[in-house]
């Protein structure tokens, strides 16, 4: 499994977009990335998953560059009840891998 | 949206007691999982199941815990004897495919306590 780096805790304001940026220079080739976040006393939730260039759903958008090194988690325009724990996972989407691991996450707080 | 349901949500317990977490994982996933977090630190991986039988386990999952699959929709974790440190979040969790594909999808948890 790659290992993944990302910043601590972040914090940002109600209204803004936010980017959290994690890095995995050991990526594999067949590596995917997702992105989950965990509120408080709940599981962790799946946020969004991708494998190159951007991804989007209705709740973030995914950018990876084409070294796929990195990838950048982007929340457009948060709110109070962003605030949470996020984290970024790189492993092989296939049946090789049985589990997913944890590192231990952003702290996002977002403030009025 | 299909969801995991966990019960209880909270279960206090005697050092050395047994206890049993339930779960029902979404019902056309294939594959079962439970983690568990101490407070304040990470959601560590404790094991995970398929096609009847563990296929991975971490070195938090001794000979204390077991998991069964009961019937066609229950998935339980088992604490044989529990200590104080076992006290955490427990999180079920299913996924349709291995590995990460298509992403986990995680109950809201049993907090026990152990005391």
């Known amino acids: 499994l790659a290992k993944t780096t990302q910043p601590i805790s972040m914090d940002s304001y109600e209204g803004q977009e936010v980017n959290i940026t994690c890095s995995h220079n050991n990526i594999a080739t067949n590596d995917y990335i997702t992105w989950y976040q965990q509120f408080p006393s709940q599981g962790p939730r799946f946020i969004i998953q991708?494998?190159?260039t951007k991804v989007t759903n209705e709740v973030a958008s995914l950018f990876i560059p084409a070294d796929r090194k990195s990838s950048t988690l982007s929340l457009p325009r948060v709110s109070l009840s962003d605030t949470a724990v996020y984290y970024c996972l790189v492993g092989d989407k296939g049946s090789s891998a049985s589990k997913i691991i944890f590192g231990s996450g952003t702290r996002l707080s977002i403030r009025p | 949206e299909p969801e995991v349901t966990q019960t209880p949500s909270h279960q206090v317990t005697q050092m050395g007691q047994e206890v049993i977490l339930r779960c029902v994982p979404i019902s056309n996933h294939l594959y079962f999982y439970w983690y568990r977090q101490i407070l304040g630190q990470k959601v560590e991986f404790l094991v995970s199941f398929y096609n009847n039988e563990i296929s991975e386990k971490s070195e938090i999952f001794d000979d204390q815990f077991s998991v069964e699959r009961p019937d066609g929709s229950n998935f339980t974790l088992k604490i044989r004897s529990t200590k104080l440190e076992d006290s955490a979040m427990y999180f079920c969790a299913s996924s349709e495919g291995g590995g990460q594909g298509g992403g986990y999808t995680f109950g809201s948890g049993t907090r026990l306590t152990v005391v």
């Open positions: 991708g494998y190159k």
